[in-house]
């Protein structure tokens, strides 16, 4: 798991507010649970911004499983891959909730990074995606199915968690199947491993059903193992 350079922080942060304003006026669109933003095979040229809610981006295989690429939440882009001009979308995005999504035409974001000077953060922002997604492809290939789990709760609550005093709350609900779909396991394996973290209490799930990270204690449990 790569992770974000205090650089790439600052600029996702600048990139935030920038898309905030050149928005400001424009429709949002609601995407309602389950329902697609977009599906492979789609040709519009938009960049996407979440003003709230969560996106999964996933591709199928031949045989119709699913394979999770990214989760995205509030102050996310996605769909940045038009702008490469390959055409038709290769991947589908999915909300895992109610999500309000506002839409930039290619132009106009590369206008906008052009006008706030942030074509160089942009470079550098979308290189960390680039080393993470190639360290995801060699944990399929070199680490162990509990390992590339534990290595994405981690992941899950860095982008997305929510800092209590001694860990990270996780408040999206994200099910054993999507976890097994980001890890490239199965269900059950996945329950197994989830279970094994709770009895070690590297893992937790208030009242609230949601999930609790222990963030040091599952970094040390991974290192272990290795």
Not at 108 to 115: C, D, G, V
Not at 124 to 147: F, K, M, P
Not at 154 to 179: F, N, Y
């Amino acid at each position: 798991m790569i992770q974000l350079t205090p650089q790439a922080d600052q600029f996702k942060k600048q990139l935030r507010d920038s898309l905030q304003h050149e928005t400001l006026n424009s429709r949002a669109v609601k995407i309602s649970r389950h329902a697609n933003a977009y599906t492979c095979g789609d040709q519009d040229e938009m960049v996407y911004f979440i003003e709230s809610g969560q996106i999964k981006l996933l591709m199928l295989s031949p045989d119709g499983r699913e394979c999770i690429l990214a989760i995205h939440g509030e102050g996310d882009i996605f769909g940045e891959l038009c702008l490469s001009g390959l055409g038709a979308r290769l991947e589908t995005a999915t909300a895992m909730k109610q999500t309000s999504l506002k839409q930039i035409p290619c132009s106009q974001f590369f206008a906008r990074l052009n006008r706030d000077s942030l074509f160089e953060g942009f470079v550098r922002y979308l290189a960390v995606r680039i080393a993470d997604q190639q360290q995801v492809i060699a944990n399929l290939v070199t680490v162990d199915s509990e390992q590339r789990l534990g290595q994405t709760l981690l992941q899950l609550a860095h982008t997305m968690g929510k800092k209590d005093p001694r860990s990270i709350r996780i408040e999206l609900k994200i099910s054993h199947e999507e976890l097994s779909e980001m890890v490239g396991t199965t269900r059950p394996r996945v329950s197994l491993f989830m279970q094994r973290f709770h009895n070690l209490g590297l893992i937790e799930t208030n009242r609230d059903r949601f999930l609790i990270i222990k963030e040091t204690k599952l970094a040390d449990y991974l290192a272990q193992i290795a």
